[in-house]
């Protein structure tokens, strides 16, 4: 995955075709259904997988023990907002006395760090774990699947283009980074101009 890039954001109204809505149910960010959440936070990969964390509540089994109804839970989904799992992951020990203020940062390798704030034996901590995503859509424009875009991806789009790459080396979800339906050489365009900085838009299909 390359560097995190912040763009800026669109103002109300914007005709910007990189931005598309859709249509549809909301995808539920939780696994559980009972008790209520809040303090909700997201962290995003650059192909679109993320991980969503927020405080949760349930009642401990044992409510004679020194354990928390409150917890740091998480979930992840991949970049259509299919979940990867069934039901949420619980982030924080036991211990954790009303955790609150999640973040989650997404890095390289699908590595995901989950921190938050908790009171541990009447102190006040920050808290983190570490997640890993596994699996999940490819990077748009990433042909070598090194987590990074390069010259050298646009070169092999550019010979896909042209049918001197090698067969099935790229694909659409990969390669066809405007999502016309063909690969050519327009896309490798994109490609090219991503390491040097550049904000083009890539929308791969998915």
């Known amino acids: 995955m390359p560097s995190s890039r912040w763009w800026p ?5 914007s005709t910007d075709p990189s931005l598309r809505a859709t249509s549809g149910p909301i995808t539920p960010a939780n696994g559980f259904t009972g008790g209520n959440e809040h303090s909700t936070a997201i962290g995003v990969a650059p192909s679109g997988d993320f991980v ?5 509540y349930s009642a401990p089994a044992d409510t004679s023990a020194s354990v928390s109804s409150f917890k740091v839970e998480a979930r992840s989904f991949d970049c259509r907002g299919v979940p990867f ?17 999640p973040k989650v940062a997404v890095g ?6 989950v921190a938050w ?6 102190i006040s901590r920050g808290r983190a774990r570490h997640l890993r995503l596994t699996g999940g859509c490819p990077l748009c424009g990433d ?9 050298s991806d646009a070169l092999a789009v550019l010979r896909s283009a042209v049918g001197s790459g090698p067969p099935g080396a790229c694909t659409p979800a990969v390669c066809d980074t405007n999502d016309d339906g063909a690969i050519s050489a327009t896309d490798a365009l994109p490609v090219l101009r991503w390491p040097a ?8 299909p998915r």
Do not use: F, K, Y
């Open 108 to 113: 390289r390798g699908g590595n995901v760090l």
């Open 143 to 151: 042909v070598s699947g090194d987590e990074g875009v390069t010259a």
């Open 85 to 101: 799992d069934a039901g949420d992951v619980v982030v924080n020990t036991p211990q954790d006395e009303s955790p609150s203020s």
């Open 52 to 56: 969503v964390a927020r405080i949760g």
């Open 117 to 122: 704030t908790a009171r541990v034996a009447g």
């Open 9 to 13: 954001l669109s103002a109300a109204g």
């Open 197 to 204: 900085g550049h904000a083009i838009a890539m929308r791969c």
